[in-house]
C-alpha cells in the first residue's frame, strides 16, 4: 500500500536553531514530490516539486531534497514567522497525491 | 487575482441534514479536488474529476456527492449518511494530467451540532 509518513509530529527550534524535516515514502511509480506550508485554518501554500533522486529545491531559508527513499525540508537559521505545519506529498504513477499528516513546526523569538 | 475560493468559511449543520459546500476556481484547470483534514492526519481524498460531467471516487467518498456542470465549480453535499462529519474540507485544482502542484483553497470548517 502507498504510504507517506513524516517526522517528527511536532518541532519545536529556537530562532537560529537549524534542522530537518523528514517525509518518508512508499509509493508505486513516484512521479513527484511535493512540499506545502500550511498555516492554522489555511489552505496549504506550494513550495517546492522535487521530481527525482538527488534533486535539490531552495527557497529563502528552506531547501528541500530527494532521495529513491525519502524527502528532507532543511530549515536554515528559522525565524518565528517559518512556524507552521509542513505537507509532504507525492504523486503516484495514476497521479493521485497521497499526503503525509505532517510536522508542526514551532520557532521560538 | 487568480485563485480558488471556498465558501462558506465556517458551517454548521444539524444532525440529518445535508450540507454543500462551494469551490469555485478561475485558474482555467481541468482537474478539481476535495480533501478532508482532521487534527493530526493528512488529507484524505473525497473525490476528484479530471473534465466537466466526470467526477471519481477518492479514498472516502462514503456520505458525499459531488457534482462537476461547469469547469469552474466543483461543489460538495455532505450528507446525513456521513457518520462524523466535523472536519476542515480542502478543495484544490490542478492542470489536466500532469506532475504538476495542486493549489488549494482556504477551507471550510464544517460543524456538527
Known amino acids: 500500500e502507498d504510504q507517506v509518513t513524516q517526522s517528527p509530529e511536532a518541532l519545536r527550534l529556537q530562532e537560529g536553531e537549524s534542522s530537518s524535516l523528514n517525509c518518508s515514502y512508499t509509493?508505486?511509480?513516484?512521479?513527484?514530490l511535493f512540499w506545502y506550508r500550511q498555516d492554522p485554518g489555511k489552505g496549504p501554500e506550494f513550495l517546492f516539486t522535487?521530481?527525482?533522486a538527488g534533486e535539490e529545491k531552495e527557497k529563502e531559508r528552506l531547501k528541500a531534497t530527494l532521495t529513491k527513499k525519502e524527502s528532507f525540508l532543511h530549515i536554515t537559521a528559522p525565524k518565528p514567522e517559518d512556524s507552521a505545519t509542513y505537507l509532504c506529498?507525492?504523486?503516484?504513477?495514476?497521479?493521485?497525491?497521497?499526503f503525509g499528516s505532517g510536522t508542526r513546526l514551532l520557532v521560538r523569538p | 487575482d487568480g485563485g480558488i475560493t471556498q465558501s462558506p468559511k465556517y458551517l454548521f449543520r444539524k444532525e440529518g441534514q445535508n450540507v454543500t459546500l462551494s469551490c469555485e476556481q478561475n485558474?482555467?484547470?481541468?482537474?478539481m479536488y476535495w480533501y478532508r483534514q482532521d487534527p493530526g492526519q493528512g488529507l484524505r481524498l473525497i473525490y476528484y474529476?479530471?473534465?466537466?460531467?466526470?467526477?471519481q471516487k477518492g479514498d472516502i467518498a462514503e456520505g458525499y456527492s459531488v457534482s462537476r456542470e461547469k469547469k469552474e465549480s466543483f461543489p460538495l453535499t455532505v450528507t446525513s449518511a456521513q457518520k462524523n462529519p466535523t472536519a476542515f474540507y480542502l478543495c484544490?485544482?490542478?492542470?489536466?494530467?500532469?506532475?504538476?502542484?495542486?493549489?488549494f483553497g482556504q477551507g471550510t470548517r464544517l460543524t456538527v451540532v
Open positions: 484544490a485544482s490542478s492542470p489536466p494530467r500532469g506532475v504538476t502542484e495542486a493549489f
Open positions: 509509493v508505486s511509480g513516484l512521479r513527484g
Open positions: 522535487l521530481y527525482s
Open positions: 506529498a507525492a504523486m503516484d504513477s495514476s497521479y493521485k497525491l497521497i
Open positions: 485558474l482555467n484547470h481541468d482537474a
Open positions: 474529476s479530471q473534465i466537466v460531467n466526470d467526477f
